[in-house]
């Protein structure tokens, strides 16, 4: 087969293992993911060129600003460090991306040190465009609240202050200054609201436990292979063809921790495992209005369903055993912890999948 199901779970349950038994970082290959767009994932591996010096927040700042050609990142960009979190196989710098000081929504990544205090990893869900926008207010946050406000009269309504921010946004290819916040109708669930600062119109006011309340989808997948399945050998790829007798080897299983993107569609993104397409011929995601994801492997985006079913159940698996890092919920919003993975990449490029622990 194209891409083996089988090897790409050795793969994740083998990275943490890697990680954590590396005494020295050697770099053969410098991998990074391809930069594509303005916000997708790109990893860099195995940072042996890397003459960094300062506190370990210094170092993991210093390594993306000396590498800004490398990420493709806006030379008039900053960084700040979030948190740092301690794990058995290192330390993790969590850090923002800002443009004037100014948060850009959803520009994140994070830094990895080993036990030897040596940088192995960067993982940069960062922003590359250059911002011309205007980062001063034309409106106060109260204004904005007092247009939300007027959205939802007459009911009342309340409104989080304490985590409202004035954040860059971007929605396809237009860039907004905006004033977030959260906001509570009487009677209703609570909103995550965008405002423009310039002309106070709402860009998003969507329900926010869409982003907090996981559900359990369905995909067909094989388990754990056509080969494995039908006890036989040397099945030829065919050029993804569905035929027999690999037609009759799918599997009906549960899709888990599925979580609905705010636009109302579904897409294979969910607690611990999370689709991206990063590499070549860029054919975009699965996408469906309701979280059932039935393909054959003649389909586009079947390996997706099946490598999303296999990452999910591994890391529940390694859950149950007891394993629970203990993650800023705020930063992945609901993952502890993530694998992305691209929907497309054969399996044999390391970059297919990242484990983060």
Known sequence: MKKTVLLLTIQVLFFALYISAQKVVENRYN???????????????NIASDTTTGSISERALNILYSRRNYFKLNPTDNFQVEQIVQSPVGTHVLIRQFYNNVKISNAKGVVSFNRNDEIVCVSLDGNGKNHTINTIP??????????????????????????????????????????????????????????????????ECADANAYY??????????????????????????????YYPVSTS??????????????GKWRLQGEYAYAIDNVEPFRGLAEESSPTFNYTRNHPHFEEVNVYYHLDKQMRYIRSLGFRPSWNRSYFQTMDTIILFDAHAHIN????????F
């Open 31 to 45: 991998l990074g993911l391809a930069y594509t767009k303005s916000n997708i994932p790109r990893i860099s591996f």
């Open 138 to 203: 034309t409106h106060s946050f109260s204004d904005a609240a007092g247009t939300i406000t007027t959205r939802f009269a007459p009911k009342t309504i309340h409104i989080d202050e304490s985590k409202a921010e004035l954040t860059i946004l971007q929605n396809s290819d237009t860039t907004f200054l905006t004033w977030q916040f959260y906001a509570t109708p009487q009677g209703e669930p609570t909103y995550w609201c965008a405002v423009d600062a310039h002309n106070l119109s709402i860009i």
């Open 250 to 263: 799918y599997k009906q299983e549960n899709l888990n921790g599925l979580i609905q993107a705010p636009d």
């Open 349 to 356: 490029n390391c970059n297919s999948a990242f484990f983060l």
């Open 213 to 242: 309340n996981p559900t359990t989808g369905s995909g067909m997948v094989f388990d754990p292979d056509p080969g494995s399945y039908l006890q036989l050998g040397n099945l030829p790829d065919s050029n993804d063809l569905n």
